[in-house]
């Protein structure tokens, strides 16, 4: 299973920006998708979230803000970002709990690589 991420760049304060992370290889079920995001010298922090049966979250932070949302026949999660905020830089990763036809009994864990957000003020 891969997760790719595309979107990160360069953006003023105010402006807005789009995620988007594809899954692919032997995938059974997408339980979860989500965003997370990370800053250097701090820890990985929970961004939002799209869950099969638990629907839609975001943190305070970004509620909002931010809206996540899945193509589940793309297996894709976006991440339409607006009104951001120079604290809203980080590199963000993208994060899916998927079932494979290899273990369709077991959810595990994947990362995408991050893609980089930067917000100038």
């Known amino acids: 299973v891969q997760l790719q991420a595309s979107g990160g760049g360069l953006v003023q304060a105010g402006g807005s920006l789009r995620l988007s992370c594809a899954a692919s290889g032997s995938i059974l079920s997408i339980v979860n998708m989500a965003w997370y995001r990370q800053t250097p010298g701090k820890q990985r922090e929970w961004v939002a979230s799209?869950?099969?049966?638990?629907?839609?979250d975001a943190a305070d932070s970004v509620k909002g803000r931010f809206t996540i949302s899945r193509d589940n026949a793309k297996k894709t999660v976006h991440l339409q970002m607006n009104s951001l905020k120079p604290e809203d830089t980080a590199v963000y990763y993208c994060y899916a709990l998927i079932t494979t036809t290899q273990a369709p009994g077991i959810a595990e864990h994947y990362w995408g690589r991050g893609t980089l957000v930067t917000v100038s003020s």
């Open positions: 799209a869950g099969t049966l638990s629907g839609t």
